[in-house]
């Protein structure tokens, strides 16, 4: 069946120091991938999203591509702010489910 | 943009009572609606699928006379947990299938409610 494997976290980082989260994706067809951020008490909103091989989905200075033939989707960010501290979930569709991974919590400090 | 609501945001019942959730799409109809559940510090759980006007569609080991779904209209998605024990207590959270041409990030895209707290005493 589908699975999305991400990093584990915690993450934690400095004020503007570079991100990444590493997603993989075992999947049949052609599933979109997408990244949602959930903070702390409320529920997953959609960060970015790609549909097909070489697109590359950008949001709030978050990027991800999505690579085909390494089956990943890596979620970047250049320079973190403390807003930025929640967790992140990697997620790909096929037939209109999700499945989700894990999520990676990152915290910014000041 | 596409905004889902879900009330309550919060409920705390006895053991053995019913609870139901709302789940409304405010600004776009959807025909599929998903409901979800999450444990502490863990991913989302699809527990079922949602379709207006017809039955829902429930993932493998979900009890469906337990977690009853009602797509009653094209904005709204009632989960109610029935007969409710302590073990039922966690993060409920509804999507919405946006399928729209135009708005939001794009087509065919779930939308997420803030999510219902339950706690069975």
């Known amino acids: 069946g589908d699975s999305v494997t991400q990093m584990e976290g915690p993450v934690t980082l400095s004020e503007e120091a570079f991100l990444t989260i590493n997603c993989t994706y075992t999947?049949?067809?052609?599933?979109?991938l997408f990244w949602y951020v959930q903070y702390p008490g409320e529920g997953l909103q959609l960060l970015l999203k790609?549909?097909?091989?070489?697109d590359k989905g950008s949001n709030k200075g978050f990027e991800a591509t999505y690579r085909k033939e390494t089956t990943s989707f890596h979620l970047e960010k250049g320079s973190v702010q403390v807003s930025d501290s929640a967790v992140y979930f990697c997620?790909?569709?096929?037939?209109?489910?999700?499945?989700f991974g894990a999520g990676t919590t990152v915290t910014v400090r000041a | 943009g596409a905004v889902v609501s879900q009330h309550p945001s919060w409920v705390i019942c006895k053991s053995g009572t019913s609870v139901k959730i709302e789940c409304r799409s405010l600004?776009?109809?959807?025909?599929?609606m998903f409901w979800y559940r999450q444990f502490p510090k863990q991913s989302l759980m699809l527990m079922a699928t949602?379709?207006?006007?017809?039955?829902?569609?429930?993932e493998q080991g979900v009890e469906k006379d337990k977690f009853l779904i009602n797509h009653a209209s094209l904005t709204l998605s009632t989960l109610t947990v029935t007969s409710a024990h302590p073990e039922d207590s966690s993060f409920y959270i509804c999507?919405?299938?946006?399928?729209?041409?135009?708005?939001?990030?794009?087509?065919?895209?779930?939308?997420f409610g803030p999510g219902t707290r339950l706690t069975v005493l």
């Open positions: 999507s919405a299938r946006d399928t729209r041409l135009a708005g939001g990030l794009g087509t065919d895209t779930q939308y």
């Open positions: 999947a049949t067809g052609y599933p979109s």
């Open positions: 600004d776009f109809q959807a025909t599929t």
């Open positions: 790609a549909t097909k091989a070489d």
């Open positions: 997620a790909l569709s096929n037939d209109y489910k999700l499945s």
């Open positions: 949602s379709n207006e006007g017809s039955k829902a569609t429930y």
